[in-house]
């Protein structure tokens, strides 16, 4: 992955996105969004951040004692996730904000869980929203991606690669490593789970405790849960 994306380049994908994204997106990464959230769906009360929220489509998983705030750069996406929480009532919705991942208003501290679904890729600078993520979230909080990660199969990694130059104009960087995700993360791993069609997504679990970033193939459990991972997906 070389080149970032613009801020510009992002809001104009998702600004065209906005109305079909729904169709496109909504049931092919929606195991990913349930798996994600039923990972961190297991305490009460939490104070809970979504950045890249999107349309809201994971909105109405979280469990209706959580306080959840979405966080996203396009106005477009904003308003479809909007709808979504008057036309459910989610009542544990209590904010969705136009705010860039990479610089969030939040205090330090701000919340128990961050989490991230299909951003990491989408995101113009993936290091600095990691930073801010590790930022608001407690110290010993959940932080949970959801992404797509360049291929181990030499023909998928061909295509991805082939296709990244035109990461603006389809919005995401499609070759984009998880060795990458977790060198810049540097935190302690819980788990590498795949999720979506053929396990060609990644659900990665972190806990926000940084553990030597220089090396982070020390990370706990990070090359047994990564081979386990790798291994129980049929596609790679
Ligand atoms: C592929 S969509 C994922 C939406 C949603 N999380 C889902 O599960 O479908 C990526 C989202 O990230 C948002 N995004 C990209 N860069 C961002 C940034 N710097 N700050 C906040 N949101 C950003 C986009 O506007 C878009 O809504």
């Known amino acids: 992955m070389k080149n970032l994306l ?4 992002v809001k104009t994908a998702y600004r065209r996105y906005a109305a079909v994204y729904d169709r496109l997106f909504g049931a092919v990464f929606e195991p990913g969004r349930r798996a994600t959230v039923a990972a961190i769906n297991t305490k009460a009360d939490q104070r809970i951040l979504e950045v890249g929220v999107g ?3 994971s909105l109405q998983h979280y469990r209706a004692d959580a306080s959840v705030h979405g ?4 106005a477009e996406m904003l308003e479809k996730a909007r709808e979504k929480v008057a036309m459910h009532g989610l009542a544990q919705v209590k904010g969705l904000l136009e705010m860039d991942a990479e610089a969030m208003s939040f205090a330090d501290d701000s919340f128990d869980v961050v989490v991230g679904m299909y951003v990491a890729s989408v995101v113009g600078d993936p290091a600095r ?3 801010e993520m590790r930022r608001v979230c407690v110290e010993g909080g959940d932080i949970v991606l959801v992404n797509h990660f360049a291929s181990e199969n030499r023909l998928l990694r061909g295509f991805e690669k082939a296709i990244s130059p035109i990461a603006g104009q389809i919005g995401f960087h499609p070759d984009f490593e998880m060795q990458t995700l977790m060198d810049m993360a540097g935190l302690e791993l819980v788990k590498v789970q795949p999720v979506n069609m053929f396990g060609y997504w990644r659900l990665v679990h972190f806990r926000n405790h940084l553990v030597d970033a220089a090396h982070p193939q020390r990370q706990i459990g990070y090359s047994e849960n990564y081979k386990l991972a790798s291994s129980s997906s ?3």
């Open 6 to 9: 613009g801020t510009e380049e």
């Open 71 to 74: 966080v996203d750069i396009s």
């Open 129 to 131: 929203m990691l930073a």
């Open 55 to 57: 349309t809201g489509l």
């Open 234 to 236: 049929p596609a790679e």
